[in-house]
């Protein structure tokens, strides 16, 4: 059993999360011996925030009462706050995660509160396309290692744009080896074009008890 914890703070984008915390909740394309594991929110208090559609959010627990283990992986979501000094705590868990061979998944303006904090210096990255990093952090020196795609994976790294969140959940449930490797394609390539012919080849290639 691992954990995956799910960084919440005010102005969360709520849809740069939907598509990976739906799957990962539900468990409903999950192959049969997919690997157990809780989900938990944390942040830097237990009080509720508000995500950017209006939804509140009670965390679960405090970032100091995270356990860093290479088996455990960290969600950092988009929001508009990052900025707010709070969030420095999540940023050095985060860095010990990474250092413990944990995962750790960033998308939209959690890269750039990765990047201040000097994780992407010497990393493949993405982030909200070329310059975006630059313009949010001035002393972000990871240039050479910016690659301009909606998501990347760099071993127990993953980033994306703001716009890259299917591609970004398709990683991360890869990296999770939750899903058939056909059953992963399947599903990225229904989400991503609405085919019905690769709906129903979703369907088929799930486990027979699902």
Known sequence: MFTIYIYVLDTLADWELGHVTSELNSGRFFKKDAPQ???KTVSFSKEP?????GLTITPDCLVDEMVVSEKNMLLLPGANTWHEPQHTAIL?????LLAANGTVA?????TTALASFGLLNNRPHTSNGAGFLEMMVPDYQGQDFYIDEPAVADNNLITA???GGLLWAKLIIEHLSVFQADTLDFWYQYFNTGAAEVF?????????NN
């Open 92 to 96: 050095k868990k985060a860095s010990e």
């Open 200 to 208: 129903f080849a979703l369907m088929q290639s799930l486990p027979a």
């Open 37 to 39: 594991f809780a989900i």
């Open 106 to 110: 960033a998308i939209c303006g959690a």
């Open 49 to 53: 925030i508000t995500t950017m559609g």
């Open 161 to 163: 744009s703001s716009t």
